[in-house]
């Protein structure tokens, strides 16, 4: 078992940060394209559907089904990706990294 002296906590709270900061901007952006009142409703409609599917744990098809089981998982993240792709803009990008900058900050 490894104790504090072995570990550098100031080295792995960076490292957490960034990492946090990665799989973070994407669901920010996503939060920020809800938020956007010029987002049109189908393509809200699209982000909340695919993301409740994707984190409600009820399956359509289970997941222990060799290939089939992830497939209705892909077409949730592919209708998810496809939508915040044609429909993020600028501002949506800034307020996101600015909510993403506060809530993991790199500083020391």
């Known amino acids: ?46 982000v909340l559907a695919a993301l409740t599917y994707l984190l409600v744990p009820v399956d359509l098809i289970p997941d222990f089904l060799p290939v089939a089981g992830f497939s209705d998982d892909l077409v949730a993240i592919t209708a998810l990706l496809g939508t915040c792709g044609r429909h993020r803009t600028e501002a949506i990008r800034q307020r996101a990294q600015r909510r993403l900058d506060r809530w993991f900050p790199l500083g020391r």
């Not at 504090?4 to 906590?9: G, L, N, P």
């Not at 490292?15 to 900061?21: I, K, S, T, V």
């Open 1 to 46: 078992m490894l104790d504090s002296q072995v570990v550098d906590e100031a080295v792995l709270l960076r490292l957490l940060r960034r990492a946090g900061r990665i799989v973070a901007r994407p669901a920010l952006e996503c939060l920020e394209l809800l938020l956007d009142p010029a987002t049109p409703a189908p393509a809200r409609l699209t």
